[in-house]
């Protein structure tokens, strides 16, 4: 994701004042429906995240991993409070008010879009890792990504892309889905036309193994 499609992002967000649902549809995409009617799609894959607006979508599987039942008790049916983009880097932080929470509390979703350290990690207001979609060792990184421990902020960089102006960002994003749906049914044509091939290769293989019409003919004569 590029800094400038980030921004776009969250001033489009902070259009919204709540959210109603906050999922995982797929191993590493998690969707997030605003005020009951728009969703938007954060595919947290490591060096190939990207964001996309589509209809709401049905989960490929059930995912009750301990992120997976905090994100939808801490953040479906809560008050969104803002999102914003820290320090100018490839982060969009969500700053959420619980519906479940008896007395007023802020929490964060933070959705780091920077490159193989790819996470979305859930935060308390005294920046506590309360839960992640990975965890990550000491041995991993400098920067421990597990619950109860403090979320050390990703060290500064200097970015020199190019700037680009979005007119509309939900056409844009809405866009990119349509391309990505695009790509994946190229790329399963070709991996059926390849299945096909080998298929046509083996049968090719088993007909010229077969003995001679003609021979076969003389020895039954």
Same mark, same amino acid.
């Given at each position: 994701?590029?800094?400038?499609?980030?921004?776009?992002?969250?001033?489009?967000?902070?259009?919204?004042? *709540?959210?109603?649902?906050?999922?995982?549809?797929?191993?590493?995409?998690?969707?997030?429906?605003?005020?009951?009617? +728009?969703?938007?799609f954060f595919n947290m894959t490591r060096g190939h995240?990207?964001?996309?607006?589509?209809?709401?979508?049905?989960?490929?599987?059930?995912?009750?991993?301990?992120?997976?039942?905090?994100?939808?008790?801490?953040?479906?049916?809560?008050? $969104?409070?803002?999102?914003?983009?820290?320090?100018?880097?490839?982060? $969009?932080?969500?700053?959420?008010?619980?519906?479940?929470?008896?007395?007023?509390?802020?929490?964060?979703?933070?959705? +780091? *879009?920077?490159?193989?350290?790819?996470?979305?990690?859930?935060?308390?207001?005294?920046?506590?890792?309360?839960?992640?979609?990975?965890?990550?060792?000491?041995?991993?990184?400098?920067?421990?990504?597990?619950?109860?421990?403090?979320? $050390?902020?990703?060290?500064?960089?200097?970015?020199?892309?190019?700037?680009?102006?979005?007119?509309?960002?939900?056409?844009?994003?809405?866009?990119?889905?349509?391309?990505?749906?695009?790509?994946?049914?190229? +790329?399963?044509?070709?991996?059926?036309?390849?299945?096909?091939?080998?298929?046509?290769?083996? *049968?090719?293989?088993?007909?010229?193994? $077969?003995?001679?019409?003609?021979?076969?003919?003389?020895?039954?004569?």
């Amino acid at each position: 994701m590029k800094l400038y499609e980030l921004k776009a992002i969250a001033k489009r967000l902070n259009n919204f004042t *709540f959210i109603s649902r906050a999922r995982r549809i797929e191993d590493n995409t998690l969707e997030i429906m605003f005020d009951k009617s +728009e969703s938007y799609f954060f595919n947290m894959t490591r060096g190939h995240s990207f964001i996309y607006k589509a209809p709401s979508q049905r989960p490929l599987q059930g995912y009750n991993a301990p992120f997976d039942t905090l994100l939808h008790t801490l953040l479906s049916g809560s008050k $969104l409070i803002a999102v914003d983009v820290p320090n100018d880097d490839r982060i $969009l932080r969500f700053t959420i008010a619980p519906k479940s929470s008896y007395k007023d509390k802020i929490i964060y979703l933070q959705l +780091e *879009f920077t490159g193989k350290n790819t996470n979305a990690i859930l935060i308390d207001e005294n920046e506590v890792i309360i839960e992640a979609l990975r965890h990550i060792d000491a041995d991993s990184s400098f920067r421990v990504i597990r619950p109860g421990m403090e979320l $050390l902020a990703i060290p500064p960089f200097e970015r020199t892309e190019e700037i680009q102006n979005i007119d509309n960002i939900d056409d844009y994003l809405e866009q990119k889905f349509t391309d990505i749906q695009t790509k994946k049914l190229q +790329e399963m044509k070709k991996q059926k036309l390849s299945t096909v091939a080998k298929k046509i290769k083996k *049968f090719e293989q088993l007909l010229n193994k $077969l003995p001679n019409k003609e021979k076969l003919e003389l020895q039954a004569k």
